[in-house]
């Protein structure tokens, strides 16, 4: 199933100008159906969509991951990015693999962006390109 999503749109969100682009690279389509599967670990319960995440340093290797477990709890971005801590991995430089696009809103948790830009990754990338068009308007605001 997860072969058929051709495009994944890549953030960089550098300070001054952020980037976009959409690959297909078989790296992130690998990752994105290792989380994929992760995300079947997620609760079909709630409103919360099934979400997983996957960290990647700069080789490319998968170093962390995290799902979202259900309403109120930490969504998988920030799940993941606990992982790494837990790990003792600096979150600094990595890219992260996301089934879908983190959230920007504050609700029963916070934005997965502000996560993500404070945990200084190099990128990430989820599944549709115009979901990551607002990661980077959320990245300039």
């Given at each position: 199933m997860w072969n058929s999503w051709r495009l994944v749109s890549v953030v960089s969100p550098g300070a001054e100008n952020p980037t976009i682009m959409t690959t297909t690279t078989t790296a992130y389509?690998?990752?994105?159906?290792?989380?994929l599967t992760l995300a079947q670990q997620s609760p079909?319960?709630?409103?919360?969509p099934r979400v997983a995440c996957v960290l990647l340093d700069d080789s490319g290797s998968a170093v962390a991951s995290g799902y979202h477990r259900g309403v109120g709890t930490p969504h998988a971005e920030v799940e993941a990015l606990h992982d790494a801590a837990s790990k003792g991995i600096d979150?600094?430089?990595?890219?992260?693999?996301?089934?879908?696009?983190?959230?920007s809103h504050h609700g029963s948790t916070g934005p997965c962006t502000?996560?993500?830009?404070?945990?200084?990754?190099?990128g990430w990338c989820s599944e549709q390109r115009t979901?990551?068009?607002?990661?980077?308007?959320?990245?300039?605001?």
């Open positions: 389509l690998e990752h994105m159906a290792e989380a079909i319960a709630g409103r919360n979150t600094a430089g990595l890219t992260a693999v996301v089934t879908l696009e983190p959230c502000e996560a993500l830009i404070s945990a200084e990754l190099a979901q990551a068009r607002s990661l980077v308007e959320v990245h300039r605001s």
